[in-house]
């Protein structure tokens, strides 16, 4: 089992940058894939990206590709999220999840609380 936890978020202007990590407590994080995804309100929890358990390979939705950047430190037991021109359609709120690959979410077996990111126009 594992606990995520979520930071990094917050107010930025359109074209900034934010990081976003997430903190795994709890056994044998590495054996864990990793995942981002995000809730705007009134939509559905939507796919960002996911990396694999060595950090090797990752997969992104169309929408962030080539302006998000994940990555992970094994020893660290953390995540993180390198969001770099940022657009107001990006508000929404981030959520960490483990053990799914792809953009599936019900394949996702643990998640945080999430944490808010707000772009102004």
């Known amino acids: 089992q594992v606990q995520l936890v979520e930071s990094g978020g917050g107010l930025v202007q359109a074209g900034g940058s934010l990081r976003l990590s997430c903190a795994a407590f709890g056994r044998a994080f590495s054996t864990y894939t990793i995942g981002w995804f995000r809730q705007a309100p009134g939509k559905e929890r939507e796919f960002v990206a996911v990396?694999?358990?060595?950090?090797?390979?990752?997969y992104y939705a169309d929408s962030v590709k080539g302006r998000f950047t994940i990555s992970r430190d094994n020893a660290k037991n953390t995540v993180s999220l390198r969001m770099n021109s940022l657009k107001p359609e990006d508000t929404s709120v981030y959520y960490c999840a483990a053990g799914g690959w792809g953009e599936t979410i019900s394949e996702y077996n643990y998640w945080g609380q999430g944490t808010q990111v707000t772009v102004s126009s």
């Open positions: 990396i694999s358990r060595s950090g090797g390979i990752t």
